[in-house]
Nanobody, 119 residues
Framework: QVQLVESGGGLVQAGGSLRLSCAAS????????MGWFREAPGKEREYVAA????????SYADSVKGRFTISRDNAKNTVYLQMNNLKPEDTAIYYC????????????WGQGTQVIVSS
């Protein structure tokens, strides 16, 4: 397992930006595929973005494509989610997750960071 701690959430107006960070510890960070998920009030958790161990490949949910960018710095054991042009529907608790095989249900999760986008 790897321990994950998210930060960077907050309150922002629609159209604004936030950068989330997820710091990892406990095991070799570069072994893991990293993902961001979110859970809005009254809704199920949904996938946001993911990045391979090398950072050479990324993927995004259609709802955030073109607005969010996932990146990682293996030297700092940190994965980032740059969120631009935020919309009220992006309001949620954002979680990062680590997986060795792409199955996040068997991986490690952080405690989450709250993002609120006001209209």
């Amino acid at each position: 397992q790897v321990q994950l701690v998210e930060s960077g959430g907050g309150l922002v107006q629609a159209g604004g930006s936030l950068r989330l960070s997820c710091a990892a510890s406990g095991r070799t960070f570069s072994n893991f595929v990293m993902g961001w998920f979110r859970e809005a009030p009254g809704k199920e958790r949904e996938y946001v973005a993911a990045i391979t161990w090398s950072g050479s490949s990324t993927s995004y949910a259609d709802s955030v494509k073109g607005r969010f960018t996932i990146s990682r710095d293996n030297a700092k054991n940190t994965v980032y989610l740059q969120m631009n042009n935020l919309k009220p529907e992006d309001t949620a608790i954002y979680y990062c997750a680590a997986s060795e095989d792409g199955d996040y249900d068997r991986g490690s999760w952080g405690q989450g960071t709250q993002v609120i986008v006001s209209s």
